[in-house]
């Protein structure tokens, strides 16, 4: 009996002096609000019709949602030095001031997309402070057109071009070989990278369209899609989120 008292004692004693040590080796959790955590933001909007996803009825703008924010921060996280975590995103209007506290925005379907006086606007100030933008999961002549005549409320006198595969966005992290992406579902058309700049060369808007990699962010964890063609789809997220963070 003495031996095993003497044993225990000894145990606990050594857990003790070891206590400090042990606490440095499990970092405390991070609030995924913290501020100073990379937050992924997702653009609401007041757009036309809705759809079917992720099991449910969604508005556009909520496509995919949160499944691929969680899936591509936690590949964000693992993959770079960003800081975050898999629950750090949000969901924002335009014409909230609270934008201008991050640096990424991401708008799904915005061929359904309708931009209020107010929110072009401070959308417009958004992209002059340094902003970036990402639209995503679009298809076809008709949404194409109404895209872009939102952003000429934004822009009036600014056309998105198309991007070449030597675009600095393209290799700022990932050295992305090709753009000749195969989308997720049927387009009317070959999918294609188009880009908004500023005077001085800075992309403040990049659109995926005729392709929808938020969808690929979404379902990469049930082997839906090869798994090739997912990690493809991160490439471009990734590279997309350092660029807007280092330029």
């Not at 966005?169 to 990278?193: A, E, N, R, S, W």
Request: hydrophobic share 40%; with cysteine; proline share 7%.
């Amino acid at each position: 009996m003495r031996a095993f008292m003497t044993a225990f004692l000894g145990a606990v004693a050594l857990i003790w002096v070891l206590r400090p040590v042990l606490s440095l080796d499990v970092p405390a959790p991070r609030d995924p609000k913290d501020p100073s955590l990379f937050q992924f933001v997702r653009i609401r909007y007041n757009g036309y019709l809705g759809g079917w996803g992720s099991g449910r009825w969604v508005p556009p703008w909520m496509h995919d949602y949160p499944r691929a924010e969680r899936n591509f921060l936690k590949i964000l996280m693992e993959l770079t030095t960003a800081e975050t975590t898999a629950e750090s995103y949000l969901i924002l209007d335009l014409d909230d001031p609270e934008i201008m506290n991050y640096p990424v925005l991401y708008v799904s379907e915005p061929g359904y997309w309708n931009i209020t006086d107010s929110e072009a606007s401070n959308f417009k100030e958004y992209l002059l402070r340094g902003g970036f933008v990402i639209f995503d999961d679009f298809r076809g002549a008709s949404e194409w057109s109404n895209f872009t005549e939102c952003m000429k409320k934004v822009f009036p006198k600014r056309n998105f071009q198309e991007l070449a595969l030597e675009h600095p966005v393209f290799h700022c992290f990932y050295d992305i070989q090709t753009l000749d992406m195969i989308p997720p579902y049927d387009v009317p058309g070959k999918p294609v990278f188009y880009g908004l700049s500023d005077e001085e060369g800075r992309l403040l808007a990049v659109a995926n369209f005729n392709n929808d990699i938020g969808d690929y962010w979404e379902w990469s964890d049930e082997s839906l899609v090869p798994i090739n063609f997912s990690n493809e789809a991160y490439k471009f997220g990734i590279n997309y989120v350092i660029y807007a963070l280092t330029h």
